[in-house]
């Protein structure tokens, strides 16, 4: 089992920056791959940014150069810098984590950009 516990959602403005993290409740090293998602209304999820126990990142192409993905293994912590936010990176975001082949989420917090 693992638990997740996201924070650092808010309101800002087009070009502005935001900081999401993940807790986990257990040593991130042992989960297979670790990411965001997220999701606008009358959308469906869609991946926002991955990164494996081997430190590999992927992105979607929508956030490529803008979005960065990091962890903290200290304190089991995954991140998402956001810069250049877009109105069109409006919704709840979701960490993901993929663990004995099953799929584990957080409760989701609200980025909203206005234009």
């Known amino acids: 089992q693992v638990q997740l516990v996201e924070s650092g959602g808010g309101l800002v403005q087009a070009g502005g920056s935001l900081r999401l993290s993940c807790a986990a409740s257990?040593?991130?090293?042992?989960?297979?791959?670790m990411g965001w998602y997220r999701q606008a209304p009358g959308k469906q999820r869609e991946l926002v940014a991955t990164?494996?126990?081997?430190?590999?990142?992927n992105y979607a192409d929508s956030v490529k150069d803008r979005f960065t993905i990091s962890r903290d293994i200290v304190k089991n912590t995954v991140y998402l810098q956001m810069n250049s936010l877009k109105p069109e990176d409006t919704g709840v975001y979701y960490c993901?984590?993929?663990?004995?082949?099953?799929?584990?989420w957080g409760q989701g917090t609200q980025v909203t950009v206005s234009s």
């Open positions: 257990r040593n991130i090293f042992t989960i297979n791959v």
């Open positions: 990164i494996t126990k081997r430190g590999i990142t």
């Open positions: 993901n984590a993929q663990h004995n082949a099953q799929d584990f």
